[in-house]
């Protein structure tokens, strides 16, 4: 299967290149129903143990999308990406809730802790990667999303265009939505703040091209009309449980 990575031309400008050891395409008909089902399956749990998780997920997966779209990635790599952000964080359904809400800074000891959920989150796709080309392709994307430019991420340490060209990404989408929303310990951010910060640690922990176009685009992003409506009905829509409780 093709492996994608961004490299840099001679005007700083990034483009597509797939690895030449690898000979599989992975195309739109590897998503399937089944995909759809198994992907829902997956959120539906998280969705009950931790809903502001699911949330996150599913903010920072439409946001890897239109992210992937202005960096030009084609249809397949779009669906890849917003895939693989919706699924990022579901490994922490594995972390204790004592440590994933904890109101204060996190210990150490705790931090090791939540840093697994990386792992943990390939850990719970796996299973489905097995069975669909298209879900197996996700899965290092998935893994890396901590993983930072200088090499000083976790969890294998990987170093500018090693890390997965979707692992980069999403780190980028993750990143602007956990300071853009609330946690328990802090208020949310403001953009221009966000995007500060971004541009603050372009070129270490993040990916500059990615950053650049992120900060170049995101002003202009509708959030109510530009939405992936095939994943939103089969993935993101309430169930009518949902709907009972909220009528």
Not at 16 to 45: N, R
Not at 93 to 98: E, K, N, T
Not at 104 to 125: A, G, N, P, W, Y
Not at 203 to 215: A, N, P, S
Request: net charge neutral; proline share 4%.
């Amino acid at each position: 299967m093709k492996k994608l990575k961004l490299v840099s031309n001679r005007d700083q400008k990034q483009v597509l290149k797939p690895e030449s050891s690898q000979t599989d395409i992975v195309s739109v008909s590897d998503l399937t129903d089944w995909t759809y089902d198994a992907v829902k399956s997956i959120m539906e749990t998280l969705r009950i143990v931790d809903p502001s998780t699911y949330q996150h997920c599913l903010r920072v997966g439409e946001t890897c999308r239109r992210l992937a779209r202005d960096l030009g990635l084609n249809e397949i790599q779009q669906k890849s990406a917003h895939f693989s952000g919706i699924l990022h964080d579901v490994g922490k359904i594995g972390i204790a809730a004592s440590i994933l809400h904890k109101p204060s800074r996190l210990t150490d000891q705790e931090f090791e802790v939540m840093k697994s959920h990386s792992c943990l989150s390939e850990q719970i796709v796996q299973p489905l990667a097995n069975k669909n080309e298209f879900i197996h392709q996700l899965l290092s994307g998935i893994r890396g999303h901590h993983e930072r430019i200088d090499g000083a991420g976790y969890p294998d340490h990987l170093e500018g265009d090693a890390i997965p060209l979707y692992s980069r990404i999403i780190f980028v989408c993750d990143t602007y939505d956990a300071m853009k929303n609330s946690r328990a310990y802090r208020n949310g951010l403001d953009n221009e703040t966000v995007y500060a910060e971004l541009k603050r640690c372009a070129g270490t922990q993040f990916d500059y091209q990615i950053v650049k176009t992120f900060l170049e685009a995101h002003p202009n992003w509708n959030d109510s009309k530009d939405i992936d409506p095939e994943v939103f009905q089969k993935i993101a829509q309430p169930t009518k449980n949902d709907r009972k409780k909220t009528a």
